[in-house]
């Protein structure tokens, strides 16, 4: 099993600044990665997958790195839309047992 | 444009089963591999079940094999999941996913709304 970790579990930060947010696999995952940003009350959204790859109709402050182990998201100029929580999600091993991050909650400081 | 909604969610005693249903539209429900995800009251989101485009493969988190079924009827465009001998951890919203991007499963572009199942006597 991929236990994936994410850091921190709450970051503060202020609109229009930059946020980082962090994502570890116990395991190499490659880029076989996604980010999804979730919303009280509704469902999550995909952002980012393969690691790097902004999905439909995300905007560009949105992006995404890393490969292997260690993985991070970042939203650039932070809008007052963004703050949610993030979770990311590997797809890498076979049989497809997927794993979840436990969620970055991105908060207004 | 690609939607998902469930449906069949609701009350059940500890021990008790449920059929989650997922109807699909805005795709070819049969070329791509369906997924169940969970998620907890205020918790995370949690990986329950993959099933391939045939039903030939099926794949399920531990906490609900030889419990919990995924099944699909492509004629009906329509995901299900057979939940038996439900336990109070297995309460959350249940959501149906896909990506429509590749056959193979991977991340998910596509979700539906979710369905709520609390398990309580």
């Known amino acids: 099993e991929i236990v994936m970790t994410q850091s921190p579990a709450t970051l503060s930060v202020s609109p229009g600044e930059r946020a980082t947010l962090s994502c570890r696999a116990s395991?190499?995952?490659?880029?076989?990665l996604a980010w999804y940003q979730q919303k009280p009350g509704q469902a999550p959204r995909l952002l980012i997958y393969?690691?790097?790859t902004r999905a439909t109709g995300i905007p560009a402050r949105f992006s995404g790195s890393g490969s292997g182990t260690d993985f991070t998201l970042s939203i650039s100029s932070l809008q007052s839309e963004d703050f949610a929580v993030y979770y990311c999600q590997q797809y890498n091993n076979w049989p497809p047992a997927w794993s979840f991050g436990q969620g970055t909650k991105l908060e207004i400081k | 444009e690609v939607q998902l909604v469930e449906s069949g969610g609701g009350l059940v005693q500890p021990g008790g089963s449920l059929r989650l249903s997922c109807a699909a539209s805005g795709f070819t429900f049969s070329d791509y591999w369906m997924t169940w995800v969970r998620q907890a009251p205020g918790r995370g989101l949690e990986w329950v079940a993959n099933?391939?485009?045939?039903?030939?493969?099926?794949y399920y988190v531990d906490s609900v094999k030889g419990r919990f079924t995924i099944s699909r009827d492509n004629a009906k465009n329509s995901l299900y999941l057979e939940m038996n001998s439900l336990t109070v951890e297995d309460t959350a919203v249940y959501y149906c996913?896909?990506?429509?991007?590749?056959?193979?499963?991977?991340?998910?572009?596509?979700w539906g709304q979710g369905t709520l199942v609390t398990v309580s006597s």
């Open positions: 996913a896909t990506s429509v991007d590749t056959a193979m499963v991977t991340y998910f572009d596509y």
């Open positions: 395991q190499s995952v490659s880029s076989n």
């Open positions: 099933i391939e485009q045939d039903e030939r493969e099926k």
């Open positions: 393969d690691a790097s």
